[in-house]
């Protein structure tokens, strides 16, 4: 069924003349660069020009190197992160990657409380509203966090350099962790740092998912383009073999 809802979106994305609607996309993934915002204690994203400009011949050639932690920007965490001897981000079968998307918008309640978690509650107003999450949805946590990329401080409550100790930012609580995973969703999303909030010491709720097999996406870009359900997701991490995590380009389809 996620094939086909996808193959019929993809379908009714192409207009007149055979030309994509380009309204009918999102991209949901941030550049990254100088300003890309990493966990305090990572490395962060590095990019340099190896060689850049027009060569002896008058042709052009251009190609740079660039390093990076699995965990910053946007990007995907691999089951395997928190959870023992499970997948690891070039495990993750293609058809977990793609899936409904499901919005819990949550922005009212952060927008209060910095520190606020998704509770049990809030997901089940969620399905009351919008219908039953169901296995193979891609859940996003909608925080309104995104308004504050890439200001480092405003996003993490704290911009000191290799201290996570004093973060402040909105997250899932381990109850409500519980119940993505007994409704067997493929993957869990947030537009924060963490899925955990940032006043974690233990991070319980990468734990629940990432024990279930659940891998994570977070800093989601532009979750606020997307309707709290209709429309589809791919997420696309770079294959790393054995990874952790790693940087992830995420596209939505809109209904």
Aim: glycine share 10%.
């Amino acid at each position: 069924m996620k094939l086909l809802a996808l193959i019929w979106l993809c379908a009714t994305a192409w207009g007149q003349g055979g030309h994509i609607d380009a309204s009918r996309f999102v991209d949901m993934s941030y550049s990254f660069d100088d300003k890309t915002i990493y966990w305090p204690t990572a490395k962060p994203f590095e990019w340099h020009k190896d060689v850049w400009g027009k060569r002896a011949d008058g042709k052009w050639y251009s190609s740079a190197t660039f390093t990076t932690s699995e965990h910053g920007g946007t990007h995907l965490d691999s089951p395997i992160h928190f959870g023992e001897n499970k997948m690891a981000a070039d495990e993750i079968p293609v058809s977990r990657l793609v899936g409904p998307a499901k919005v819990i918008d949550i922005s009212a309640q952060c927008a209060k409380n910095r520190n606020y978690l998704l509770s049990p509650a809030d997901i089940a107003a969620y399905e009351k509203k919008s219908g039953p999450l169901k296995a193979g949805d891609i859940v996003l946590i909608r925080t309104g966090w995104g308004r504050f990329w890439p200001n480092r401080k405003a996003y993490l409550g704290d911009d000191k350099p290799g201290d996570a100790s004093h973060l402040s930012f909105p997250g899932i609580g381990p109850d409500a962790a519980k119940v993505f995973v007994e409704r067997q969703v493929s993957g869990v999303g947030i537009d924060t740092a963490s899925l955990d909030y940032g006043k974690t010491q233990d991070f319980p709720t990468h734990r629940v998912l990432n024990t279930a097999n659940i891998y994570g996406l977070e800093n989601v870009a532009q979750l606020e383009r997307l309707p709290a359900q209709g429309s589809m997701v791919i997420a696309l991490p770079v294959k790393v073999k054995g990874g952790s995590g790693g940087p992830v380009r995420i596209i939505a389809i809109l209904p």
